[in-house]
T-cell receptor, first 112, second 113 residues
Framework: EDQVTQSPEALRLQEGESSSLNCSYT??????LFWYRQDPGKGPEFLFT???AGEEKEKERLKATLTKKESFLHITAPKPEDSATYLC?????????????FGRGTSLIVHP | DSGVTQTPKHLITATGQRVTLRCSPR?????VYWYQQSLDQGLQFLIQ???????AKGNILERFSAQQFPDLHSELNLSSLELGDSALYFC????????????FGPGTRLTVT
């Protein structure tokens, strides 16, 4: 069954303590892997698109990478303002249409 | 600011009632996606419209329906509301179809009492 799974569910870091979030997917025919950031009570904010294994994208302290089975969101020297829920998503083929499917997210808290 | 607008921001209504949520996409975007987000279910795709036509359907209940108008704004209609329909409802827009580089609105928080 096609699905998108994120781990860990929650992560607490000290300011400056680098770490990685994982998004594993079982999708036949990936049409892109997407990362979003969501602050409490707000709509998700688009961060990155990755299309092929080996691809990397960077934005400030965030770097997203993609392999054939999973994607990582690396956070280098995080700051308290990086605290948010990070969602990954993929398009899954269902009933002849591509359905956007989001993981449950990783809730990141960065302590000063 | 993503450029996507949603109204109203908050909605409180009783079980059995019907409500309409409205979404205006970013300028130039032809696709509108509707999502439901609750604590126990995460972000669930409901339905997508592209340039006025339904393009993809997710786990949308029969009590829910949507449409996209010629000016590309979209409405999500929720009827015979139940307590379990209480959630955040987001719309997102994108330039094309089948694209997950989407821009989300601020959401409508629906509370059914």
């Amino acid at each position: 069954e096609d699905q998108v799974t994120q781990s860990p569910e929650a992560l607490r870091l000290q300011e400056g303590e680098s770490s990685s979030l994982n998004c594993s997917y079982t999708v036949s025919g990936l049409r892109g892997l997407f990362w979003y950031r969501q602050d409490p009570g707000k709509g998700p904010e688009f961060l990155f698109t990755l299309y092929s294994a080996g691809e990397e994208k960077e934005k400030e302290r965030l770097k997203a990478t993609l392999t054939k089975k999973e994607s990582f969101l690396h956070i280098t020297a995080p700051k308290p303002e990086d605290s948010a829920t990070y969602l990954c998503a993929a398009s899954l083929l269902s009933g002849g249409s591509y359905i956007p499917t989001f993981g449950r997210g990783t809730s990141l808290i960065v302590h000063p | 600011d993503s450029g996507v607008t949603q109204t109203p921001k908050h909605l409180i209504t009783a079980t059995g009632q019907r409500v309409t949520l409205r979404c205006s996409p970013r300028s130039g975007d032809l696709s509108v996606y509707w999502y439901q987000q609750s604590l126990d279910q995460g972000l669930q795709f409901l339905i997508q419209y592209y340039n006025g036509e339904e393009r993809a359907k997710g786990n949308i209940l029969e009590r829910f329906s949507a449409q996209q108008f010629p000016d590309l704004h979209s409405e999500l209609n929720l009827s015979s509301l139940e307590l379990g329909d209480s959630a955040l409802y987001f719309c997102a827009s994108a330039k094309g179809s089948g694209i997950l580089e989407q821009y989300f609105g601020p959401g409508t928080r629906l509370t059914v009492t």
